[in-house]
Nanobody
Framework: VQLQASGGGLVQAGESLRLSCVASGIRLNSGSVGWYRQTLGKQRELVAVFVTGGGSNIKYGDFVKGRFTISRIFSNNMMYLQMNDLEPEDTGVYYC?????????WGQGTQVTVSS
């Protein structure tokens, strides 16, 4: 199983980024799939997740406040995170994750840096 995240970068506050995650060896309807992040001095936290394998039930972290949108395309086994109105506090490493059969599969992370 491999998850490859991409799309991070350096942006200014108020700008947008779109993160992508391509999965191989596991389908993105195999369990809960989503994005997490690790910001400076904090533990890894939920950004957005499809709670169930093939469903549309989504949970967002409290800090998202309508700025981010998670999506996925089953046909190409990819997942996305559209992030708008980015804030310096969003700076961190963003990881995609698939949780299936009591196992978490993590991508390598992509760095997002937001300057003020």
């Amino acid at each position: 199983v491999q998850l490859q995240a991409s799309g991070g970068g350096l942006v200014q506050a108020g700008e947008s980024l779109r993160l992508s995650c391509v999965a191989s060896g596991i389908r993105l309807n195999s369990g809960s799939v989503g994005w997490y992040r690790q910001t400076l001095g904090k533990q890894r936290e939920l950004v957005a997740v499809f709670v169930t394998g093939g469903g549309s039930n989504i949970k967002y972290g409290d800090f998202v406040k309508g700025r981010f949108t998670i999506s996925r395309i089953f046909s190409n086994n990819m997942m996305y995170l559209q992030m708008n109105d980015l804030e310096p506090e969003d700076t961190g490493v963003y990881y995609c994750d698939v949780h299936s059969r009591r196992t978490d599969y993590w991508g390598q992370g992509t760095q997002v840096t937001v300057s003020s």
